[in-house]
């Protein structure tokens, strides 16, 4: 469907034309003429689907402009999120001249209390405890706000979020509307729709949408101390042109940024113990293309929105099986194709297929390159960067000193030294070590998805509850009395 077929105005008509945009993606066709009409809305919706376009532009076209006061409020779970969502708006409203403006928690709260009051925005995008802070400060009026939005609200509650996301809608107008967005839709999300909204209209992506069709899936069965060699090797050969690599936990997006740096790809690593800042310039400079590959868990990760990721590599799969629909769901937008990898060590393969149960998808498996493959790989992008050198070279300037080594050298030589300059040094020539992380404990036949959900944590509590279990129906046998414990586990 054309946007223009949805009811907005020709300021937002342009505005959407100027980024680039032609058709409204699914989520944004449902829930614009939804929201122009007055509905709140429920709608299920993965990152990179266009739902803040969805909730964006209609809410834009219904500010009153001559109003100088907060009259929208965007709830986000990340700080990157919200940056990204105000960053969007502002793009969005810039030819209606809609003020937008971010608070977030980690930056100067002082700062932030001297923009509200010298700017008042229309609209204001927040993380949860920047928010409450600031209504509990005083220093921010919620009396005229007509829209409120929680973005990405599975993650805020996966997060903990759930108690100031309730004193915040308290904290607004009644009468109001109310849009709520989710990559899931758990019973504590639809309780939230059923308490603080009315009469919500449901729009729910598909699921084969939610997994897409664009993005080539495939795993690597390998042991532990062989993943990075082998993911090296596969960046040779595959020449991503803008990968995500993800990493279960800090230490290790640590090691993997510095280990790539060492083999000299261009890469860096994002995590929750790095400062704001740090975190904002290695996001800015992979957004614009001046950092090849980000290394990061799936906490830091949550809620990036950046076009043009080619590849994504989960170097360790992830215990919950929605957070891969979520990492790979970084690929493969806007109609382009993607690829995933994912290495997966032996005991590792059950955590393999729940994926693929859940996804209705098998990924294809996939074999290590070779060294002399990888070699071809690293050959074929040193000729591409040299081709693209030599385009943007003033070569007339070193004519003399290139005619002097060609008399002193021959000239494959010197070529063949340009190349051995240019191209990477193989996995074998630069040893790097990567500390093996805790395995993830075996599933057990039977084992419902919520010990997999849970992870290492639960899967202990049930050999604990298996115990006492157990010690329980011999007492039963004993004394023919009732067992009194019961094992109950949830599903993911």
């Known amino acids: 469907m054309k946007f223009g077929e949805l009811g907005l105005d020709k300021s937002l008509l342009k505005a959407v034309k100027r980024s680039g945009f032609e058709e409204?993606?699914?989520?944004?066709?449902?829930?614009?003429?939804?929201?122009?009409?007055?509905?709140?809305?429920?709608?299920?919706?993965?990152t990179g689907t266009g739902k803040t376009a969805a909730f964006?532009?209609?809410?834009?076209?219904?500010?009153?402009?001559?109003?100088?006061?907060?009259?929208?409020?965007?709830?986000?779970?990340?700080?990157?999120?919200?940056?990204?969502?105000?960053?969007?708006?502002?793009?969005?409203?810039?030819?209606?001249?809609?003020?937008?403006?971010?608070?977030?928690?980690?930056?100067?709260?002082?700062?932030?209390?001297?923009?509200?009051?010298?700017?008042?925005?229309?609209i204001l995008v927040g993380t949860p405890g920047r928010l409450l802070d600031h209504i509990q400060r005083g220093t921010i009026n919620l009396a005229h706000v007509k829209h409120l939005i929680l973005d990405e609200a599975d993650e805020m509650l996966d997060m903990g979020f759930l108690d100031d996301i309730e004193k915040i809608i308290q904290a607004v107008p009644a009468e109001r509307q109310t849009l709520l967005f989710s990559a899931t839709m758990p019973k504590e999300i639809l309780k939230i729709g059923e308490k603080f909204m009315v009469n919500p209209q449901i729009v729910k992506i598909k699921a084969k949408e939610l997994t897409t069709d664009l993005v080539d899936q495939y795993f690597v069965k390998t042991k532990e101390f062989e993943k990075f060699d082998i993911?090296?090797?596969?960046?040779?050969?595959?020449?991503?042109?803008?990968?995500?690599?993800?990493?279960?936990?800090?230490?290790?997006?640590?090691?993997?940024?510095?280990?790539?740096?060492?083999?000299?790809?261009?890469?860096?690593?994002?995590?929750?113990?790095?400062?704001?800042?740090?975190?904002?310039n290695v996001l800015r400079k992979f957004k614009n293309g001046d950092l090849d590959i980000l290394v990061a868990t799936d906490v830091a990760a949550r809620g990036l929105d950046i076009s043009g990721v080619t590849h994504v590599y989960n170097y360790?799969?992830?215990?919950?099986?929605?957070?891969?629909?979520?990492?790979i769901g970084r690929t493969g937008r806007a109609g382009h194709h993607g690829t995933s990898v994912t290495f997966v060590t032996p005991n590792e393969m059950d955590y393999l297929r729940v994926i693929e149960k859940l996804t209705k998808k098998r990924m294809d498996p996939l074999k290590p390159p070779t060294q002399d493959e990888a070699f071809i790989g690293q050959v074929s992008s040193a000729l591409d960067d040299i081709k693209d050198l030599i385009?943007?070279?003033?070569?007339?300037r070193y004519e003399a000193q290139a005619q002097a080594l060609l008399e002193q050298y021959d000239a494959v030589e010197v070529v063949a030294a340009f190349l051995n300059n240019?191209?990477?040094?193989?996995?074998?020539?630069?040893?790097?070590?990567?500390?093996?992380?805790?395995?993830?404990?075996?599933?057990?036949?039977?084992?419902?998805n919520g010990n997999y959900r849970r992870g290492n944590d639960n899967f202990k509590r049930s050999k604990r509850f298996n115990k006492h279990d157990r010690k329980n129906r011999d007492n039963k046998r004993r004394s023919g009395k009732k067992n009194r414990f019961t094992i109950r586990t949830k599903k993911a």
């Not at 409204?24 to 993965?46: F, W």
């Not at 385009?391 to 007339?396: K, R, S, Y």
């Open 24 to 46: 409204a993606t699914p989520i944004q066709a449902e829930t614009i003429p939804l929201v122009l009409a007055g509905n709140d809305v429920i709608g299920q919706a993965q």
């Open 56 to 122: 964006g532009l209609p809410v834009l076209q219904q500010l009153d402009l001559d109003l100088r006061q907060i009259q929208a409020v965007i709830i986000s779970p990340t700080r990157e999120l919200a940056i990204q969502t105000q960053e969007e708006l502002f793009h969005l409203g810039k030819e209606k001249r809609a003020k937008v403006q971010v608070v977030y928690g980690g930056a100067d709260i002082r700062r932030q209390i001297k923009q509200l009051e010298q700017h008042t925005p229309h």
């Open 231 to 280: 993911m090296t090797r596969l960046i040779d050969v595959q020449a991503p042109e803008l990968t995500i690599v993800f990493g279960r936990t800090k230490r290790r997006v640590d090691e993997l940024s510095r280990g790539l740096e060492a083999r000299g790809y261009n890469a860096a690593g994002i995590h929750g113990d790095l400062t704001q800042q740090r975190r904002m």
């Open 316 to 327: 360790d799969i992830p215990q919950d099986p929605e957070s891969y629909v979520h990492r």
């Open 391 to 396: 385009a943007d070279t003033d070569t007339e």
């Open 422 to 448: 240019m191209t990477k040094k193989d996995a074998s020539d630069v040893p790097v070590k990567i500390t093996p992380e805790k395995p993830l404990p075996r599933r057990k036949k039977g084992r419902r």
